[in-house]
């Protein structure tokens, strides 16, 4: 786009832009394009950003105390995911009578069920094709100013598209 003309039209992405990473990482979005080319970028995440959940604020601390970093745009998503599983193996491993018919019934647990499941994120179900009945995307944006000048990503805002918008 640079090469074009074009940069004064907002370039828009999924997460496979929004990589989070900052100008002058290896193999990141910024890094690629070129702070020149990386102002007027925005990219979405798909799933809340556990940053701004106050009903993630625990994890995000014991993340942040654990790996010394704040958690990833995935890190709350791929725990919640993981506390689902466990709850339902819980549920389900005394009636199992091997692994074939365990794996069956979380299976059958989860998926397409309105069983509401507790997690680091609230309750989350999942639909008859396995999707989240939690439909959040996170918008993030670049500001080449960040890092020196080699440019960085930020949190914009995010929305929950299961809920009727306001």
Request: charged letters at 20%.
């Amino acid at each position: 786009m640079g090469a074009a003309g074009l940069l004064d039209i907002p370039l828009v992405g999924p997460d496979g832009i929004t990589d989070l990473g900052k100008g002058g990482d290896e193999g990141t979005f910024i890094t690629l394009a070129g702070v020149e080319n990386s102002d007027n970028v925005y990219g979405t995440i798909a799933g809340a950003n556990a940053l701004e959940l106050d009903i993630a604020a625990d994890f995000n601390a014991a993340y942040e105390a654990e790996f010394g970093d704040p958690p990833g745009a995935y890190s709350a998503l791929a725990y919640a995911c993981t506390q689902v599983l466990l709850q339902a193996i819980d549920a389900n491993i005394a009636s199992a009578a091997d692994l074939g018919a365990l794996r069956e019934a979380v299976r059958a647990a989860i998926i397409g069920t309105p069983t509401p499941w507790e997690t680091v994120l609230g309750e989350l179900s999942f639909d008859e094709n396995g999707d989240s009945t939690q439909k959040w995307i996170s918008f993030y944006k670049t500001d080449v100013t960040l890092n020196d000048g080699a440019g960085g990503w930020v949190f914009d805002k995010q929305q929950d598209f299961a809920a009727p918008a306001e």
